[in-house]
């Protein structure tokens, strides 16, 4: 466990702003910043951060918290993984009360994992910097791709010595277990249950999380034979999904932010080259088909792409259909094409990084551009394929969300292709109407199947009333859960404030509360475990913060928390001189919103009292029972009379 003091070191020292804006491209927006969501798919911006209040909120998926919150739920991280992350950030030393070398095996699973890489990094460099296999076979080979030894070091290449359980003997040999050896993919095991290193003779290229952790390697062989593989890579776990992984990001991600540019390289060599040229805005799909993930993950750092391919004209054609996605999910594409027998890495090695940048900025291309002139050129002057070329254009335009852009490119298109522009914009129309439509039904498809708040049941178990087209119970239920949310936004923003009102004073607003509603009993999970946690510090002498549940232990109150203090939408401060538009300010009666929401909620819950005992009543057969059933209803409406008589006389005058 993390002592107590730390963790109050490395709260005070956190910026949450600094901490989510190394995964989240944030723009200030009055007293706050936002950003589009790392949880979902959007184009509009979502994702806020409070500075003030140490808070985000993602109102795309509802997740919101506090920078640990983040971390946890972004990297996966567990609570003292996130602590110690923030902690190596901020230099903090991490003070613990049991030494975690004697408790690996109480290690959570992902942790685990995680551990386990981070051991086989260190082992495979130390293989290649302290043996003399390792210097004369892999410090060699880097040396002669022209890599320095600062490079090599910063990237944490190694090299894998070239017998059958060098490494997998040596894990074991220091406590770690096979299960997460072989998860990993780091060793194999046989059918005799021993094990083998997987990538024994290699040199080792690890592969680090958005966090600069090792995940997972690329593993290339230095033997001739064709029977080998090239490359061997790390199979998927639970710390390693390649589709959503960019050789090089870590590396890359401040660097993306301040040039508004990603480059988009093949292999590793290409960016360790590209990289140590500079130019470290680079990073590498490592030899996989580009995905969606990698397009978005790009996208949180910037909306401009530049993909610079090797002189490889089949492999430049085979990949053109892929790039649509890039178009698709809004980004600005750029493509580079280097003379045959070059890629990014030999290139750059040949001619140096000032001849580099200027042959790029000669040479880009806008992706349409750039694929209508390769398509073009192997259609020829044959009329069929070269109307299918127009067609494939098109469809790459329809592909780009902003129309004015789309237009500028059907413009340019139809003078390259010396085709009317009015054919090229019919066609456009028509394939975004299509699309058009097939996105509508599928909006309405989930609108159908979405459901209410977690509390809640699906709509679809209510059963409606004749002619009714809304639920009167979804109706209801829905009033009180806003009537429950409500007070802990009072008890949040107001609970620490002293009371002073005619007849009630010396008492803070927040121990009152709790004590008004003492006869209320809250439907709600979050709210009733929200209340019970503050009813508790109360009666221990401790009136808690908003700090307190932003940081609490249950992700539930946690949740409610932050969806209650954090707003979608903030007043501007010239409001009233461009609208003169007063906007009711809450506390200017502090009694009319402290009581209000406390008998609107009683008010609420008498009425429920109520309708149960009418139930009752049309159910109950003896006359005995229906007496008393009527007497308790009697009361109850005496009791709902005293509440709406009250709230009249506080609320309304």
Same mark, same amino acid.
């Given at each position: =466990?993390?002592? +107590?003091?730390?963790?109050?070191?490395?709260?005070?020292?956190?910026?949450?702003?600094?901490?989510?804006?190394?995964? !989240?491209?944030?723009? +200030?927006?009055?007293?706050?910043?936002?950003?589009?969501?790392?949880?979902?798919?959007?184009?509009?911006?979502?994702? #806020?951060?409070?500075?003030?209040?140490?808070?985000?909120?993602?109102?795309?998926?509802?997740?919101?918290?506090?920078?640990?919150?983040?971390?946890?739920?972004?990297?996966?991280?567990?609570?003292?993984?996130?602590? +110690?992350?923030?902690?190596? &950030?901020?230099?903090?030393?991490?003070?613990?009360?049991?030494? #975690?070398?004697?408790?690996?095996?109480?290690?959570?699973?992902?942790?685990?994992?995680?551990?386990?890489?981070?051991?086989?990094?260190?082992?495979?460099?130390?293989?290649?910097?302290?043996?003399?296999?390792?210097?004369?076979?892999?410090?060699? $080979?880097?040396?002669?791709?022209?890599?320095?030894?600062?490079?090599?070091?910063?990237?944490?290449?190694?090299?894998?010595?070239?017998?059958?359980?060098?490494?997998?003997?040596?894990?074991?040999?220091?406590?770690?277990?096979?299960?997460?050896?072989?998860?990993?993919?780091?060793?194999?095991?046989?059918?005799?249950?021993? =094990?083998?290193? *997987?990538?024994?003779?290699?040199?080792?290229?690890?592969?680090?999380?958005?966090?600069?952790?090792?995940?997972?390697?690329?593993?290339?062989?230095?033997?001739?034979?064709?029977?080998?593989?090239?490359?061997?890579?790390?199979?998927?776990?639970?710390?390693?999904?390649?589709?959503?992984?960019?050789?090089?990001?870590?590396?890359?991600?401040?660097?993306?932010?301040?040039?508004?540019?990603?480059?988009?390289?093949?292999?590793?060599?290409?960016?360790?080259?590209?990289?140590?040229?500079?130019?470290?805005?680079?990073?590498?799909?490592?030899?996989?088909?580009? #995905?969606?993930?990698?397009?978005?993950?790009? /996208?949180?750092?910037?909306?401009?792409?530049?993909?610079?391919?090797?002189?490889?004209?089949?492999?430049?054609?085979?990949?053109?259909? /892929?790039?649509?996605?890039?178009? @698709?999910?809004?980004?600005?594409?750029?493509?580079?094409?280097?003379?045959?027998?070059?890629?990014?890495?030999?290139?750059?090695?040949?001619?140096?990084?000032?001849?580099?940048?200027?042959?790029?900025?000669?040479?880009?291309?806008?992706?349409?551009?750039?694929?209508?002139?390769?398509?073009?050129?192997?259609?020829?002057?044959?009329?069929?394929?070269?109307?299918?070329?127009?067609?494939?254009?098109?469809?790459?335009?329809?592909?780009?969300?902003?129309?004015?852009?789309?237009?500028?490119?059907? &413009? %340019?298109?139809?003078?390259?292709?010396?085709?009317?522009?009015?054919?090229?914009?019919?066609?456009?129309?028509?394939?975004?109407?299509? +699309?058009?439509?097939?996105?509508?039904?599928?909006?309405?498809?989930?609108?159908?199947?979405?459901?209410?708040?977690?509390?809640?049941?699906?709509?679809?178990?209510?059963?409606?009333?004749?002619?009714?087209?809304?639920?009167?119970?979804?109706?209801?239920?829905?009033?009180?859960?806003?009537?429950?949310?409500?007070?802990?936004?009072?008890?949040?923003?107001?609970?620490?404030? =002293?009371?002073?009102?005619?007849?009630?004073?010396?008492?803070?607003?927040?121990?009152?509360?709790?004590?008004?509603?003492?006869?209320?009993?809250?439907?709600?999970?979050?709210?009733?475990?929200?209340?019970?946690? $503050? *009813?508790?510090?109360?009666?221990?002498?401790?009136?808690?913060?908003?700090?307190?549940?932003?940081?609490?232990?249950?992700?539930?109150?946690?949740?409610?928390?932050?969806?209650?203090?954090?707003?979608?939408?903030?007043?501007? @401060?010239?409001?009233?001189? =461009?609208?003169?538009?007063?906007?009711?300010?809450?506390?200017?009666?502090?009694?009319?919103?402290?009581?209000?929401?406390?008998?609107?909620? &009683?008010?609420?819950? !008498?009425?429920?009292?109520?309708?149960?005992? *009418?139930?009752?009543?049309?159910?109950?057969?003896?006359?005995?029972?229906?007496?008393?059933?009527?007497?308790?209803?009697?009361?109850?409406?005496?009791? %709902?009379?005293?509440?709406?008589?009250?709230?009249?006389? !506080?609320?309304?005058?």
């Amino acid at each position: =466990m993390i002592t +107590k003091a730390t963790v109050d070191r490395i709260m005070e020292a956190t910026d949450i702003v600094e901490v989510i804006g190394d995964f !989240v491209q944030l723009k +200030k927006r009055g007293a706050n910043f936002i950003g589009l969501s790392p949880f979902s798919n959007e184009r509009t911006p979502s994702f #806020t951060v409070s500075p003030a209040k140490g808070i985000f909120k993602d109102f795309s998926s509802s997740k919101g918290g506090s920078a640990i919150t983040f971390l946890m739920e972004h990297e996966k991280f567990s609570y003292p993984e996130a602590l +110690k992350w923030l902690a190596k &950030k901020y230099g903090i030393e991490v003070e613990e009360t049991v030494d #975690t070398n004697e408790n690996r095996e109480e290690a959570n699973h992902r942790e685990s994992l995680m551990i386990v890489s981070g051991f086989a990094a260190k082992f495979f460099q130390d293989s290649m910097w302290e043996t003399d296999e390792g210097q004369s076979i892999g410090l060699s $080979y880097f040396k002669e791709r022209g890599f320095t030894p600062e490079t090599i070091r910063k990237f944490e290449l190694g090299y894998s010595p070239d017998q059958w359980e060098a490494f997998t003997s040596a894990a074991i040999k220091e406590g770690y277990q096979a299960q997460f050896l072989e998860e990993t993919g780091l060793s194999v095991k046989r059918d005799n249950g021993s =094990m083998y290193d *997987r990538y024994r003779g290699r040199v080792m290229f690890p592969i680090h999380g958005f966090t600069g952790r090792v995940i997972a390697f690329g593993g290339r062989t230095l033997k001739s034979d064709k029977s080998v593989p090239k490359y061997v890579n790390s199979p998927e776990s639970e710390i390693y999904h390649k589709s959503s992984v960019l050789y090089g990001l870590y590396f890359a991600k401040k660097a993306i932010r301040d040039e508004d540019n990603c480059y988009l390289v093949e292999g590793y060599a290409d960016v360790l080259s590209v990289h140590q040229a500079g130019i470290e805005n680079v990073v590498a799909s490592s030899g996989t088909s580009l #995905t969606v993930e990698q397009i978005r993950l790009i /996208g949180r750092f910037t909306k401009n792409v530049t993909i610079l391919y090797d002189g490889d004209a089949a492999g430049i054609k085979a990949s053109l259909r /892929g790039l649509d996605m890039i178009l @698709e999910e809004g980004l600005n594409v750029k493509v580079v094409s280097f003379p045959d027998g070059h890629d990014p890495d030999s290139y750059v090695r040949n001619v140096g990084t000032n001849a580099f940048k200027t042959y790029i900025d000669q040479n880009k291309k806008d992706f349409i551009l750039y694929k209508t002139g390769i398509l073009l050129k192997e259609a020829g002057n044959d009329p069929i394929r070269k109307a299918g070329v127009i067609r494939e254009i098109v469809e790459s335009i329809a592909k780009i969300p902003d129309s004015i852009k789309a237009s500028v490119f059907v &413009k %340019e298109c139809s003078h390259i292709m010396q085709i009317d522009e009015r054919a090229l914009l019919s066609e456009l129309n028509k394939m975004r109407l299509t +699309k058009a439509k097939k996105d509508s039904q599928q909006q309405y498809n989930q609108n159908q199947r979405a459901t209410q708040h977690p509390d809640m049941p699906p709509e679809d178990l209510f059963f409606d009333e004749p002619g009714e087209t809304t639920s009167p119970v979804t109706e209801k239920r829905e009033e009180a859960y806003n009537q429950e949310r409500e007070i802990i936004r009072l008890l949040l923003l107001y609970g620490s404030r =002293m009371i002073d009102w005619d007849g009630i004073a010396n008492t803070y607003i927040g121990p009152f509360m709790i004590a008004e509603l003492s006869d209320v009993t809250f439907d709600n999970t979050a709210c009733k475990a929200f209340v019970e946690d $503050y *009813r508790a510090n109360v009666e221990n002498g401790v009136l808690p913060d908003e700090q307190h549940y932003i940081h609490h232990k249950e992700k539930d109150i946690v949740d409610l928390t932050v969806t209650m203090l954090a707003s979608r939408y903030t007043l501007s @401060e010239n409001w009233y001189e =461009m609208h003169h538009i007063s906007v009711p300010d809450e506390q200017a009666n502090m009694k009319a919103t402290i009581l209000g929401a406390i008998f609107h909620l &009683k008010k609420h819950k !008498v009425a429920q009292i109520l309708e149960n005992l *009418r139930k009752e009543l049309q159910n109950t057969p003896g006359e005995q029972d229906q007496e008393i059933l009527l007497n308790q209803y009697m009361r109850m409406k005496k009791v %709902e009379k005293h509440i709406s008589d009250y709230l009249g006389s !506080v609320i309304l005058k």
